[in-house]
């Protein structure tokens, strides 16, 4: 039995997708937005302008989060542009907006085009992602395993539901939040209790990662799965 084609408003939505990457990419290499965003650009445009630093700090951390910058090294800005505590609730903020781009974006553009193309292959792991999207979510921020993008992705093409694959992501990234906002503060703090908090706080989110691990028996990263799914379909005779 031959696959039913594509239709043609998923087309249009996926060449939209497309061009939409394309000008991003090529926005953010005419801009050089990514290497900007330094200890430099705190200095000079955030630190000490009040509400207007805050906030331009929380929007640039979000879109440069939601488009791959490491979350952490934003969370190290928080914490080198403000005190600890206020770092870090910015670091988090912005690491959570760019966690909601990241998603609606996928699942806007996404998630029709990979249920027309590979719903018959992902519907064991799609539907495990619904039932168990926020124990999936911590698990996937509380282990340093996997790159946060592409799991942000996944899980918008997926079924995961929006709300609690948020909350999942918000909780599971204060400890490393709090950990990269205390390394960039220069907080004074002796370096042993600083890196005694910071290891302890890895400690935490290790054994809550590995008590979820063992509860769903997850032996993977969501992304591998969808990828050995995806192989499966490719390997799979033509009919």
């Known amino acids: 039995m031959s ?8 087309l249009w939505r996926g060449l939209l997708m497309l061009a939409t990457l394309t000008l991003g990419a090529y926005l953010l290499q005419a ?19 009040g509400l207007h630093g805050e906030l331009l700090f929380v929007g640039i951390g979000a879109l440069v989060a939601a488009v791959g910058l490491p979350r952490q090294l934003v969370c190290f800005l928080g914490g080198y542009g ?6 870090s609730l910015l670091g988090l903020l912005a690491s959570v907006l760019g966690c909601v781009l990241t998603f609606f974006y996928a699942r806007l553009f996404g ?6 193309r590979f ?23 509380l282990l340093p395993v996997g790159s946060n993008l592409v ?15 948020i909350v999942g992501s918000a909780v599971g990234y204060i400890p490393q939040t709090v950990v990269f906002a205390l390394a960039g503060s220069g907080v004074n703090l002796d370096p042993t209790r600083r ?15 590995v008590m979820l691990y063992r509860k769903y028996r997850h032996g993977r990263n969501i992304t591998d ?13 033509p009919r």
Do not use: C, Y
Not at 111 to 116: E, G, K, T
Not at 153 to 163: I, N, P, Y
């Open 3 to 10: 696959r039913l084609p594509i239709q043609p408003h998923l």
């Open 31 to 49: 801009t050089h937005l990514l290497g900007s965003v330094n200890e430099a650009w705190i200095d000079s445009a955030v630190r000490g302008k």
């Open 82 to 87: 403000f005190d600890v505590l206020q770092g």
């Open 111 to 116: 998630r029709r085009l990979v249920l027309a």
């Open 119 to 141: 719903a018959h292959r992902i519907r064991k792991l799609d539907d495990f992602l619904h039932d168990n999207t926020l124990g999936m979510a911590l698990l996937a921020r």
């Open 151 to 165: 799991n942000t992705l996944v899980a918008g093409v997926s079924s995961a539901r929006a709300l609690p694959f």
């Open 195 to 209: 890196i005694g908090l910071a290891a302890l706080l890895f400690v935490i989110s290790g054994v809550i990662g």
């Open 225 to 237: 799965e969808v990828e050995r799914e995806l192989q499966l379909d490719t390997d799979a005779p």
